[in-house]
């Protein structure tokens, strides 16, 4: 009996010891805890680690991030000591963006209309006018500066290319067109708006001109190879990236009405390579259009004509598209 009480006192002993053990924390309410978990006095505990604790994952972190930055930084400087500040590494064929310039025309409607391509306006508004001047306006601003840089000269056909020159190109040579002669509204209070077109520059893009009849494209048209084969124009006079602007589609061609082309119907060939010399300014086709129809809708083609110019309408190669509609 002895041995069985000191046996059953013994285990009560450790189960007491076991209860004490395991005993629950006392329950602390929600504010109580965040303030042990700020900082627990027992411990020295800031946030769940100590001191040093803190002090060794922080050091880690700062070494850690400083190896990354420097080596984020060491490859961006190989990078680039690769790229060329004044030209692109990949040029033309090599390049995204390929040797095949397309069209652009001014003036583009208002931001508002994101992806449009209508010039749409009532010629009987002053103040439904005044966004196509303005915007017209701004875009030849280069182009009505009277004052030139030293780099900046006067060329024509006969003129040699010199190294680091570039070819004056005014808004006072686009005839009816320009700012002098229209007093600033290009005809469109007269339903003879005019429209600019110039091509995208490609870096080092030199034109393959048609100035003879030779191989001419059997879609070019019958005006260009007449102006080409004719003699209205001396030899060199027709070194030129040739302009055609028609109607898209037979309805577009009889609404449309007459066209003019100033300062002539194509940029000349000496205003290219573009080579990101200062003060470059790609040469203008100003196109005017004879009163067209009223209160129609018409879809007008422009197209760049070159050997080294390819079309294609659905990409817009050599080309470019728009509407227009006068109220």
């Not at 420097?70 to 390049?95: C, H, M, R, V, Y």
């Not at 500066?145 to 030293?150: D, Q, Y």
């Not at 055609?244 to 037979?250: D, L, M, R």
């Amino acid at each position: 009996m002895y041995n069985f009480g000191k046996y059953n006192a013994k285990a009560m002993a450790d189960k007491k010891v076991a209860e004490q053990y395991y005993t629950r924390p006392p329950k602390l309410s929600g504010w109580e805890s965040f303030k042990i978990f700020l900082w627990n006095g027992e411990t020295s505990q800031f946030m769940g680690r100590t001191a040093g604790s803190w002090a060794r994952i922080l050091l880690f972190y700062l070494l850690f991030y400083a190896a990354l930055a420097g080596f984020f930084a060491g490859l961006l400087t190989i990078f680039w000591q690769t790229l060329d500040n004044d030209k692109p590494k990949w040029q033309l064929e090599a390049s995204l963006i390929g040797a095949n310039p397309g069209l652009g025309f001014r003036p583009m409607p208002p931001e508002a209309k994101l992806g449009s391509t209508l010039i749409w306006y009532k010629a009987s508004s002053p103040s439904n006018m005044e966004y196509w001047f303005k915007s017209v306006d701004t875009f030849l601003e280069d182009y009505k500066k009277t004052s030139h840089l030293e780099n900046q000269i006067h060329c024509d056909h006969n003129t040699q290319k010199q190294e680091g020159k570039v070819c004056i190109f005014s808004a006072d040579s686009l005839g009816n067109c320009s700012p002098e002669k229209t007093k600033g509204k290009y005809g469109y209070p007269e339903r003879r708006p005019c429209v600019f077109l110039k091509l995208n520059k490609i870096y080092n893009w030199r034109p393959e001109v048609y100035n003879t009849t030779e191989n001419l494209p059997a879609k070019m048209p019958t005006y260009i190879k007449q102006s080409i084969g004719g003699e209205q124009l001396k030899p060199k006079d027709k070194n030129l990236v040739w302009i055609s602007c028609e109607g898209e589609n037979p309805a577009d061609v009889e609404n449309l009405g007459g066209i003019n082309y100033f300062p002539q119907r194509g940029f000349p060939d000496y205003y290219f390579p573009f080579n990101n010399v200062q003060g470059y300014l790609p040469p203008l086709v100003a196109v005017q259009f004879d009163h067209p129809k009223s209160g129609v809708l018409i879809n007008i083609e422009c197209k760049a004509w070159a050997k080294n110019i390819h079309h294609d309408r659905a990409e817009r190669r050599g080309s470019v598209h728009f509407e227009l509609m006068i109220d």
